[in-house]
């Protein structure tokens, strides 16, 4: 199976501080990984596909980019309904596994 | 409008069983593969099982290969997971999710609806 590292588990940011969340592959996916967002008791939603195709719907403020085995999802200014866990996907190979998550908390 | 509302969830005893079902509604569903993904309390989201659109092929995580049966009944829009051998490590919400495509396997999917979940609690 290939394992997803999220880095960081967890971060602090202020309203409208730019956030950057990274991804890496245990080998190579190409482009194919995914970004959601869960917050508490609701299901995730889809973010970004393809590493870097916007969901339809989903603000420009969020953007991911990367391919092979770095991917990023950067948030461009923050704003207070983003506070989220966020999860990345690969989709290159099943399992479909999921990064451990990355909880983006108020400072 | 695609719906898919899941059910079956609830306290079982280790060791029991348990199925689960997902009705999905507003599109073609045999034409879609299907995933059950779940999340521990407190945990990240954990991939579980998949199947076709047909449902001729289907795919197990190894946390639940050989005790969890995915399935579904395109006649009757349904998709299924029947648990057995049930731990306390499967204590979950348990989501089901539409895929891009007719099958999991393909690299281009991602999952764009979900259902809200449903909480099966393994308890001794």
């Known amino acids: 199976d290939i394992q997803m590292t999220q880095s960081p588990s967890s971060l602090s940011a202020s309203v409208g501080d730019r956030v950057t969340i990274t991804c890496r592959a245990s080998?190579?996916?190409?482009?194919?990984l995914n970004w959601y967002q869960q917050k508490p008791g609701k299901a995730p939603k889809l973010l970004i596909y393809?590493?870097?195709s916007l969901q339809s719907g989903v603000p420009s403020r969020f953007s991911g980019s990367g391919s092979g085995t770095d991917f990023t999802l950067t948030i461009s200014s923050l704003q207070p309904e983003d506070f989220a866990t966020f999860y990345c996907q690969q989709s290159y190979s099943a399992p479909r596994t999921f990064g451990q998550g990355t909880k983006v908390e108020i400072k | 409008e695609v719906q898919l509302v899941e059910s079956g969830g609830g306290l079982v005893q280790t060791g029991g069983s348990l199925r689960l079902s997902c009705a999905a509604s507003?599109?073609?569903?045999?034409?879609?593969?299907m995933t059950w993904v779940r999340q521990a309390p407190g945990k990240g989201l954990e991939w579980v099982s998949a199947?076709?659109?047909?449902?001729?092929?289907?795919f197990y995580a190894d946390s639940v290969k050989g005790r969890f049966t995915i399935s579904r009944d395109n006649s009757k829009n349904t998709l299924y997971l029947q648990m057995n051998s049930l731990r306390a490590e499967d204590t979950a919400v348990y989501y089901c999710a539409k895929d891009l495509g007719q099958y999991y396997y393909d690299s281009s999917g991602y999952y764009h609806y979900w259902g809200q979940g449903t909480l099966v609690t393994v308890s001794s």
């Open positions: 080998q190579s996916i190409s482009s194919y």
């Open positions: 393809a590493a870097s």
């Open positions: 507003g599109f073609t569903f045999s034409s879609y593969a």
């Open positions: 199947i076709s659109g047909s449902g001729g092929s289907t």
